[in-house]
Antibody, heavy 125, light 111 residues
Framework: QLQLQESGPGLVRPSGTLSLTCAVSGGFVATRSFYWGWIRQSPGKGLELIATLYSDGTTHYTASLRSRLTVSMDTSKNQLSLRLTSVTVADTAVYYC?????????????????WGKGTSVAVSS | QSALTQPRSVSGSPGQSVTISCTGTSNDVGRYNFVSWYHHHPGKAPKLLIYDVFKRPSGVPDRFSGSKSGNTASLTISGLQAEDDGDYYCCSYAGNYTSWVFGGGTTVTAL
């Protein structure tokens, strides 16, 4: 059974860089059948799909974070990574790592079939 | 403020049916048959209940059902059980890879 485990610093200073990892077990990130993604949940904005990535290197970012956000995968470690620069208090949230099944009729995805438990990140001085 | 509107809470006695509504617009719920529902016990990983409006993944009991009419999607739990307590979120595809919209969540309580 696939499991996703996020990890991160818990606290990041304003203007700093947030780095998170997601360890994948019970499956491989280098799969052609799924996208992988990051969702965050903040008190102010609720749930938000912020980025997705595919094993061929394709990435998609939400417009509001595109200039600050980078996601990647390390197939040797079977893990995903997220890097968000110049953070502000608005980036305070629980960050979830997710898997998104690739649609059978187009190269897109329309739901999440596996979530991690999430990791809480606070941006504060 | 979430893009999809859900009631903050619903409750029912064990064995009763409860329905959670999820109201969007003609640009999301009304346009696409890509509504999904998730159940979240705090401290645990959220779990997929329904996708593509009404489809149930293997392992999800058939007392969970989904439907849609116009701009509103609904999740019905038939025969509420104590283990169904928790938060429920709806989600709709809204036109591109990261243009998804979520509901603000509904807390279900089995009285």
């Amino acid at each position: 059974q696939l499991q996703l485990q996020e990890s991160g610093p818990g606290l990041v200073r304003p203007s700093g860089t947030l780095s998170l990892t997601c360890a994948v077990s019970g499956g491989f990130v280098a799969t052609r059948s799924f996208y992988w993604g990051w969702i965050r949940q903040s008190p102010g904005k609720g749930l938000e799909l912020i980025a997705t990535l595919y094993s061929d290197g394709t990435t998609h970012y939400t417009a509001s974070l595109r200039s600050r956000l980078t996601v990647s995968m390390d197939t040797s470690k079977n893990q995903l990574s997220l890097r968000l620069t110049s953070v502000t208090v608005a980036d305070t949230a629980v960050y979830y790592c997710v898997r998104l099944p690739l649609s059978g009729f187009d190269y897109s995805y329309y739901y999440i079939d596996v979530w991690g438990k999430g990791t809480s990140v606070a941006v504060s001085s | 403020q979430s893009a999809l509107t859900q009631p903050r809470s619903v409750s029912g006695s064990p064995g009763q049916s409860v329905t959670i509504s999820c109201t969007g617009t003609s640009n999301d719920v009304g346009r696409y048959n890509f509504v999904s529902w998730y159940h979240h016990h705090p401290g645990k990983a959220p779990k997929l209940l329904i996708y593509d409006v009404f489809k149930r993944p293997s392992g999800v009991p058939d007392r969970f059902s989904g439907s849609k009419s116009g701009n509103t999607a609904s999740l019905t739990i038939s025969g509420l059980q104590a283990e169904d307590d928790g938060d429920y979120y709806c989600c709709s595809y809204a036109g591109n890879y990261t243009s998804w919209v979520f509901g603000g969540g509904t807390t279900v309580t089995a009285l």
